[in-house]
């Protein structure tokens, strides 16, 4: 069992950055995936980004290549997601999730536990 709780939304302009964490416990973290996605009102969950257990891979969206960075920290136990020139179709409820099965993934299905979500609205 894994806990994943995200931290770091908030609304902010056009232009603008913002630094999300996601803070983990229970089963080891350092040993899987992990992954970011998001998911705007009225659509379907996207995703964002994801990097491999040791952080020395790390993979992106097109629509957030070079803006969006995915780092960890394993002796935290956090993963976060640097922001920068944000946009307004980056609004959404952002999630982290992990996974077990796969060295990485931008499918949904292979990811096995989810945090709650944080807001990240941009403002025009």
């Known amino acids: 069992q894994v806990r994943l709780v995200e931290s770091g939304g908030g609304l902010v302009q056009a232009g603008g950055s913002l630094r999300l964490s996601c803070a983990a416990s229970?089963?080891?973290?350092?040993?899987?995936?992990m992954g970011w996605f998001r998911q705007a009102p009225g659509k379907e969950r996207e995703f964002v980004a994801a990097?491999?257990?040791?952080?020395?891979?790390?993979y992106y969206a097109d629509s957030v290549k070079g803006r969006f960075t995915i780092s960890r920290d394993n002796a935290k136990n956090t993963v976060y997601l640097q922001m920068n020139s944000l946009k307004p179709e980056d609004t959404a409820v952002y999630y982290c999730?992990?996974?077990?099965?796969?060295?990485?993934?931008?499918?949904?299905?292979?990811?096995?536990?989810w945090g709650q979500g944080t807001q990240v609205t941009v403002s025009s």
């Open positions: 990097i491999s257990w040791s952080g020395g891979s790390t």
């Open positions: 999730a992990v996974t077990y099965g796969s060295s990485w993934s931008s499918r949904e299905y292979e990811y096995d536990y």
């Open positions: 229970g089963r080891t973290f350092s040993s899987y995936a």
